[in-house]
């Protein structure tokens, strides 16, 4: 009988189609896919007679079936892989026992190899077409264009493939072996049955948490094949190609590894895998992104799983922390971190592995400066990870420290962002104090530093005898051999009387060893010499005699010395008894291991010490860096702060309070952020009791108010009524602040003003508060007590008008306004209270003052009576002083508080006070006039037509259609009526204003004449606060009429100019921005003197022109040309608060459009010019910051032939090389390059000068950086050849010009100004004021007509009768007041903002 041939498992499966040879099996006949059906039901039924052998016969069909595996139907297929799966299973159960049978013959033996790979075959093909069906099934579902989803037969293979891969385990897992003759396994033979895993590992949704089975049973088949076919070495080149290749079996492998180390114990695999991966060359995986991503995963997630096996191989993977490819380096350096968490932590480690963790912390340090940004960040989130586990010894905290602090200037967001988060680890797990706070370690710090002073002290005398005499004295015996030596030479005769032999020999012995002990080896032989003399043959004077002199000397010292020593040692008599000396050893023991834990403490409060004084460090950095434009960096930032705050950190204070501001952003993570800080900072109090934690939430919120900003009350104003709204802040913080303000609990004045600034803070979000308690707010706020200060009486004026300032809207559009009646207790007491201050120098009355007058017109019906009673009180106060002071005509000279001139004195504060108050009613009656009338006459106009209207019924509405139906249309569409209702209304409103309230009628016309006369005589009046005022309350009264603004305009001005005082020329500043905003026309012919205000000498002054002139340009009200140069020189100016006030208005102006870009050419014209006073530093430092805003392409073009074309105008070479200089800041593109080719002749006879020449090369090199194409680059070269044609051309007729002597050389001008911009010159003639005449004779004429207005002269005591006007007079000619009048468009010139 024949041998049955032998199957041979196929590279591909048409190879079993071809003949192989004698005895090798072939496919008969591949059966048409009709036939299929009963071919298999045949092989069923010979499977359930003969068993797993019916396929050797019957192996074509099932071999045909995956042959049309493509076109056969669903059934089949099914029907095919249960039956396969039946067989396999089927031979599975058999083999044991057939494997075990001794007595197998050879035939059988190949017979069940035979089936077994046939089967196997077919099994393994079948799944693999089953799964590669899914996979392209999966793909076309996922299409988002695909409408058609036709059912396949994926849902019973996802069902199936779990058993079958259990199936194949349970296969692998027999001892196969004798079947191939007790040799190893068939390598095709696993290599087919595990190539089954690889390909379902392929399935991109293998990942999937619904698949967690299939990769289980995956991982367990890989296992059998690795443990009992010895799959090792093909295992590790598949995984590490499929990780190259399919980037979402990195976290499947990183599982499969770890669990064939700890369950099967494969932990060579992990050594394989990693070299195998450590083998790579870094340059190609540089080039191969998706490879690298692939390791870099599993590298990673295998350390978290088993970082005991990585660390033991992480020497072959170091070689990448070297190349180009930053994901595998973060891939090690996480693989390094996690080793450090989970294996070398602690502090029980041995040697070597203390070693190993800091050269691993070493290398992450080295890596926070990695030249990616992704590669910082990475480390700073490892060393996050590690400070959170407590992973970082203490003697690595300072240098982590210090390098996280480095980091937050670095230029990527998302590095600040964790190095902030590492600094915020750093202070959640310190392991020093719950408290930071430098000053506060510092006492202890240097109290102990000085404790381990005095103990080192005391230990040093008793580690001295443990050195033995002997090798003392053979230390010291060169130089007393060389004193010895010196004896025999001619003596001093100081020195012979010196020294004296002592009477008896143990006083010599005593003074010569003491001699010895303080070193004075000389004199201590000497004295020897001489005891040898005097003592001669007394102990321990004893010698051979002249002999050997020197020798003696020698041996009598060294006697006394050892003796004296040894004598020390032995002044207690010796002991027998054992325990004594143990006493002894720990005596000595213990204060040495005091000294250690001294030591110890020390160094502890020194790194404390040192890690607060980083952590302050870190503070100031991160303070700044709220106002980001990253939104993440601003989050952390914030949360970085309340992490501070929670740790004691005196400075956090400061960052709370920064980040205040950011309540009002746009970004609404931002403002989240902010409430939640305020919320964790105040709202969530430690104590227990309700009270407690009201107590602490007012303590805590009264400190931010200490000394802060008006700015910074607003915006804490803005958080509460937020937590007011959402019923966050319980009814007992507001118990207890109606507590404190009515001291029924004991408080300091400053708590007590706390508390009523917190319930006006509350009553923005809820007015009730303050609306039924108003009577005790009166009450107590505005008693007698009130004149001892007035600030707590001014904060309840503030609280109070948060009744008429509600922001909530009225429910009805028309409802009547808020108002108290005038017999109010409330205005009685307001009138009473500043009335009595009146007549009472203080410093705080004027602020009261001014919330008093502001409360009242809010408040009050009929304000305008209630102020003038007030006037008239306090005009009364006065008139009586003056009175008394003429009767009482005082001998001794006038007072230097007093303004007098020979009749009478009168208080300066007086003065003050009533000129503050005038100018504050003036401005409120405007506003009053302005707003609450003016609102509440369009109100009543409202209310009166819709009355009206109610009233007509529809037939004479359809007689008005018809009528004048197209007018009323016409009107009623364009709004005319309204309009015009409006304008009627404000021309009643401003002719009030210019008509009536400074006529002589009016009660204000009575002190006009008295501020014009104070601010006209500075020299009288010269006390500074009086002309502060003075001058603030002439601005206030310009406000009121237009007439009264034209008159005075000069008289402010000049004051503004050439006022000796910051204080006036601050509040005229001010003052005219009001100014310009109501009467823009009569104010624009003055805008340069307003410029001019920003280069004053005062520091003061010029932050507040800078704000003021901020408004005003950025509200269009004035217009902006080339002046706006001296808001650019504030960019350079030595104080940083007036810096920040220049970078916010061009940041500010950047965003109106091309604002900035349309100005820079008049600023470089203006600052470029010599005689500008702006040194070429200081030109440089502004362009640098101002060219940041050019930003668009098209901008930077237009940029560059406005510039070129600037060098014909160019009159100096500093101008050349300014132009230059701002060319070669602006980003250059090649159409740039070409306007620079197309105006090549503007520059070209400029590039002799070596700047000009350089900064054009200055751009041509970051050209050519920014990687151009092949003829822009020729393009540049050609540029480039005739720039240095030019430049080399233009250097050799300079030298021809100094070779001839007959042609001289310009001179170059000096640059006039020094190292900073110059004040105005005090010189300032009266020519700067004169502006060019009218542009029309109309407004001549109208001023020709205008009648003069009668003034209501008052004599004051204090005028000066014999003054000279030209000496005090501070006013202007008539003929330099500027009279142009250049209109300005604005949206409402009647209305006050």
């Not at 009138?831 to 809010?858: C, D, N, R």
């Not at 350089?1254 to 050609?1278: D, H, S």
Request: with cysteine; proline share 5%.
């Amino acid at each position: 009988m024949a041998a049955a041939p032998e199957f041979h498992l196929p590279l591909a499966p048409a190879d079993l189609l071809r003949d192989g040879g004698p005895g090798r099996y072939v496919v008969r006949e591949v059966l048409p896919a009709r036939e299929l059906p009963p071919a298999l039901a045949g092989f069923r039924a010979a499977f359930r007679a003969r068993g797993a052998l019916a396929v050797l016969q019957h192996f074509d069909c099932v071999y045909s079936a995956l042959h049309h595996f493509r076109t056969v139907g669903t059934a089949v297929k099914e029907d095919a892989l249960e039956l396969m799966m039946h067989v396999v299973s089927h031979h599975s159960n058999e083999l044991p026992a057939i494997l075990s049978d001794s007595g197998l013959s050879h035939a059988d033996r190949a017979a069940h190899l035979n089936a077994l790979k046939m089967n196997c075959y077919l099994l393994t093909g079948l799944m693999d077409a089953f799964e590669m069906e899914t996979c392209k099934n999966s793909c076309l579902e996922a299409d988002p264009g695909r409408k058609n989803k036709k059912k396949t037969s994926g849902s019973l293979w996802e069902e199936e493939r779990e058993p079958l891969l259990r199936l194949l385990t349970q296969l692998l897992q027999l001892d196969l072996r004798q079947l191939w003759g007790g040799l190893a396994v068939e390598e095709e033979f696993v290599s087919l049955m595990t190539g089954s895993c690889y390909r379902i590992l392929e399935n991109p949704s293998i990942g999937l948490q619904r698949y967690r089975l299939t990769r289980e049973a995956v991982t367990h088949l890989l296992a059998a094949a690795l443990v009992h076919c010895d799959h090792m070495f093909s295992a590790t080149l598949k995984i590490t190609q499929m990780l190259q290749h399919f980037e979402h079996v990195a976290p499947v492998f990183a599982q499969a590894v770890s669990l064939w180390a700890k369950e099967y114990g494969l932990k060579s695999l992990v050594g394989e895998l990693l070299r195998e991966i450590g083998q790579k060359c870094p340059q190609d995986l540089a080039r191969e992104a998706s490879g690298v991503k692939g390791y870099a995963t599993f590298i990673s997630e295998l350390a978290e799983q088993i970082p005991t096996l990585v660390l033991a191989n992480m020497s072959v993977l170091l070689p990448h922390l070297d190349g180009e490819s930053y994901m595998m380096r973060n891939a090690i350096l996480a693989a390094m971190a996690e080793v450090l968490v989970q294996v070398l932590n602690g502090d029980q480690l041995e040697k070597a592995a203390r070693g190993t963790r800091d050269k691993f912390l070493d290398v992450l340090q080295a890596h926070v400066c990695d030249v990616h940004s992704f590669v910082r960040s990475r480390v700073l989130q490892l060393f996050t990870r590690i400070v959170q586990h407590k992973a970082l010894p203490l003697s690595q905290f300072q240098s982590v420290v210090s390098l996280a602090v480095g980091r937050l200037k670095d230029k990527s967001v998302i590095v600040v962002k964790n190095a902030i988060q590492l600094l915020a680890a750093f202070l959640s797990n310190n392991p020093f104090s719950s408290k930071l706070s430098c000053t506060d370690l510092d006492k202890p710090l240097k109290k102990e530093l000085q404790k381990l002073k005095e103990m080192r002290d005391r230990s040093r005398p008793t580690s001295g005898p443990v050195i033995n005499p002997e090798e003392e004295w053979e230390a010291m015996l060169p130089e007393i051999r060389a004193a010895t030596e010196q004896l025999f030479q001619p003596l001093q005769k100081e020195e012979e009387e010196m020294l004296e032999v002592e009477e008896t020999v143990e006083r010599t012995v005593e003074q010569i060893t003491g001699l010895l002990k303080k070193l004075n080896y000389k004199s201590a032989a000497r004295l020897t010499q001489k005891a040898l003399c005097r003592f001669q043959g007394k102990e321990p004077f004893i010698g051979p005699g002249e002999e050997n002199e020197e020798a003696t000397i020698l041996g009598v010292l060294k006697t006394l010395y050892t003796g004296s020593c040894s004598g020390e040692n032995s002044e207690d008599p010796p002991h027998d008894n054992s325990s004594d000396k143990t006493e002894e050893v720990a005596q000595e023991e213990q204060p040495q291991t005091e000294l250690i834990k001294q030591e110890m403490l020390v160094q502890y409060l020194q790194d404390a010490y040192n890690f607060s004084v980083k952590i302050t460090e870190a503070l100031n950095l991160i303070s700044t860096m709220m106002y980001e434009n990253s939104v993440s960096v601003v989050q952390e930032a914030i949360e970085f702060f309340v992490t501070v705050s929670q740790f004691g950190v005196p400075q956090a204070l400061l960052g709370v309070r920064r980040m205040l501001p950011l309540i009002w952003s746009k970004e609404p993570g931002i403002k989240e952020a902010v409430l939640n800080a305020y919320r964790q900072l105040y709202l969530s109090p430690s104590e227990d009791s309700e009270r407690a934690k009201a107590q602490a939430l007012v303590h805590s919120l009264s400190l931010i108010m200490v000394d802060a900003s008006l700015g910074t009350i607003q915006c804490l104003e803005e958080i509460i009524s937020e937590f007011v709204q959402k019923d966050e802040i319980k009814p007992a913080v507001t118990q207890l602040l109606w507590e404190r303000f009515t001291e029924k609990s004991p408080c300091s004045s400053l708590e007590r003003r706390a508390a009523v600034m917190l319930l006006g803070m509350m009553a923005r979000g809820k007015p009730e508060i303050i609306g039924s308690n108003l009577d005790i707010l009166v009450t107590t706020g505005l008693s007698e007590k009130a004149c001892e200060d007035y600030r707590l009486p001014q904060e309840v004026c503030n609280v109070i008008s948060k009744l008429a300032s509600n922001p909530k809207p009225a429910l009805e559009k028309n409802s009547v306004p808020f108002r108290l009646p005038q017999n109010h207790m409330l205005f009685g007491c307001l009138s009473e209270t500043v009335s009595k201050g009146f007549a009472q120098p203080s410093s705080h009355w004027i602020p009261f003052m001014e919330s008093a007058i502001t409360l009242i017109y809010q408040l009050a019906e009929g304000a305008e009576e209630i102020c003038a009673d007030i006037l008239h009180v306090c005009s009364q106060q006065v008139l009586e002083k003056l009175q008394e002071a003429d009767e009482q005509k005082a001998d001794a000279g006038d007072s230097p508080h007093r303004v007098s001139d020979g009749a009478g004195s009168l208080p300066t504060f007086l003065l003050l006070h009533l000129v503050s108050l005038v100018g504050q009613v003036a401005l409120q009656q405007v506003a009053y006039l302005e707003v609450s009338v003016s609102a509440e006459l369009r109100r009543r106009r409202i209310l009166k037509e819709e009355k009206t209207k109610k009233k007509s019924d529809a037939s004479t509405r359809k007689q008005r259609a018809q009528s004048t139906g197209n007018e009323t249309t016409m009107e009623e569409e364009l709004g005319l009526v309204g309009a015009t209702a409006d304008d009627t209304e404000a021309e009643l409103i401003r002719s009030i204003c210019e008509t009536e309230l400074l006529d002589g009628k009016h009660l204000f016309s009575a002190f006009v004449p008295l501020v014009l006369k104070i601010c006209n005589n500075p020299g009288l009046y010269s006390d500074s606060a009086l002309s502060a005022a003075a001058a603030l309350t002439l601005g206030k009264l310009c406000m009121v009429s237009s007439e009264f603004c034209d008159s005075h305009l000069r008289l402010l001005f000049t004051m503004m100019e050439k006022s000796t005082l910051p204080d006036v020329r601050s509040n005229l500043i001010i003052a005219a921005g009001d100014l310009a905003i109501r009467f823009p026309n009569l104010v624009e012919p003055w805008t340069s003197h307003l410029y001019a205000r920003l280069r004053d000498p005062c520091p003061s002054v010029r932050q507040t022109a800078g704000l003021v002139m901020t408004h005003l340009i950025l509200k269009d009200m004035v217009k902006v040309k080339g002046q706006v140069s001296e808001m650019a020189t504030l960019l350079i100016d030595p104080e940083e608060e007036i810096v920040g006030v220049a970078q916010n208005f061009f940041s500010e102006l950047a965003n109106k459009g091309n604002a900035v870009y349309n100005l820079l050419p008049d600023i470089i014209s203006h600052l470029s010019d010599p005689n500008g006073g702006i040194e070429e530093e200081s030109f440089h430092a502004i362009m640098r910051h101002l060219f940041s805003y050019i930003t668009k392409d098209k901008q930077t073009e237009s940029l560059v032939e406005k510039l070129c074309q600037r060098f014909r105008t160019a009159r100096t070479e500093r101008q050349y090389r300014d132009l230059s200089h701002c060319l070669a800041l602006l980003p250059v593109s090649e159409r740039g390059l070409h306007k620079l080719q197309d105006n090549y002749d503007c520059f070209a006879d400029k590039l002799q000068d070596p700047a000009v020449y350089n900064c054009f090369q200055t751009v041509l090199a970051r050209f050519r950086r920014a990687g151009v194409k092949p003829e822009t680059k020729a393009l540049a070269e050609e540029l480039e050849q005739k720039m240095s044609a030019s430049h080399n051309r233009g250097l050799d007729s300079t030298e021809t010009c100094q070779d001839g002597s007959q042609t001289p050389m310009p001179t170059k001008r000096k640059p006039i100004g020094s190292s900073r911009r110059q004040p105005l010159s005090p010189a300032n003639t009266d020519d700067d004021f004169v502006t060019p005449p009218s542009r029309t004779l109309q407004n001549r004429k109208r001023a020709q007509k205008r009648p003069p207005r009668k003034k209501v002269i008052i004599t004051f005591s204090s005028d000066e009768e014999n003054n000279s006007e030209d000496e005090l007079s501070a006013e202007l000619r008539e003929e330099e007041t500027p009279t142009k009048t250049t209109p300005i468009t604005r949206s409402s010139a009647r209305r006050l903002r």
